[in-house]
T-cell receptor
Framework: DAGVIQSPRHEVTEMGQEVTLRCKPISGHDYLFWYRQTMMRGLELLIYFNNNVPIDDSGMPEDRFSAKMPNASFSTLKIQPSEPRDSAVYFC????????????FGQGTRLTVV | GENVEQHPSTLSVQEGDSAVIKCTYSDSASNYFPWYKQELGKRPQLIIDIRSNVGEKKDQRIAVTLNKTAKHFSLHITETQPEDSAVYFCAANGRGSTLGRLYFGRGTQLTVWP
């Protein structure tokens, strides 16, 4: 397996624009997580899914953020409208409930909102 | 839910010295404690983990200890090398309604000086 795949790797957008981040989890994994990493706040869990169903979205900062998982092999994190304070590295991770919940991270998307 | 505290936030050591990072957790039901290493510009990757049925685990120069009674666990790196420089995260697993997720500490920036 190629691991967790995220796209794009880098995104630069203007304030007010819509941004969509994409994630393909490892095949067979039933948990998918979206994290945001900044110097100030560290690694924050935004939302996670189990079997494509959102379990906890309490980490989503505002209504401008939304996430979907239409099937077991794809998830999106959308920011609309984007703001400069959304600039961060966004990681997607997946895990399998049959093991001790080791999470495998994607390479991340570095988002810059100007 | 679980709460994981990690100390210190930064740690500088001379090459060849040992480094110790400590974490505490709040939920006595947690039974899985992974450690992740994140090199600059890279994704977090698992380096070692421990389950609650053992007190210590070693893998070459790294070891992790767990004290269930006190609810703390530690990462020990011996004979440090410059390539050990990275951010290290501890984590504990959720149980019950939070099964499947990991709760991360804030991270420790380890710098090993040659």
């Amino acid at each position: 397996d190629a691991g967790v795949i995220q796209s794009p790797r880098h995104e630069v957008t203007e304030m007010g624009q819509e941004v969509t981040l994409r994630c393909k989890p490892i095949s067979g994994h039933d948990y998918l997580f979206w994290y945001r990493q900044t110097m100030m706040r560290g690694l924050e869990l935004l939302i996670y899914f189990n079997n494509n169903v959102p379990i906890d979205d309490s980490g989503m900062p505002e209504d401008r953020f939304s996430a979907k998982m239409p099937n077991a092999s794809f998830s999106t994190l959308k920011i609309q409208p984007s703001e400069p304070r959304d600039s961060a590295v966004y990681f997607c991770a997946s895990s399998f409930s049959g093991t001790d919940t080791e999470a495998f991270f994607g390479q991340g998307t570095r988002l810059t909102v100007v | 839910g679980e709460n994981v505290e990690q100390h210190p936030s930064t740690l500088s050591v001379q090459e060849g010295d040992s480094a110790v990072i400590k974490c505490t957790y709040s939920d006595s039901a947690s039974n899985y404690f992974p450690w992740y290493k994140q090199e600059l510009g890279k994704r977090p990757q698992l380096i070692i983990d421990i389950r609650s049925n053992v007190g210590e685990k070693k893998d070459q120069r790294i070891a992790v200890t767990l004290n269930k009674t006190a609810k703390h666990f530690s990462l020990h790196i011996t004979e440090t090398q410059p390539e050990d420089s990275a951010v290290y995260f501890c984590a504990a697993n959720g149980r019950g309604s939070t099964l499947g997720r990991l709760y991360f500490g804030r991270g420790t920036q380890l710098t090993v000086w040659p």
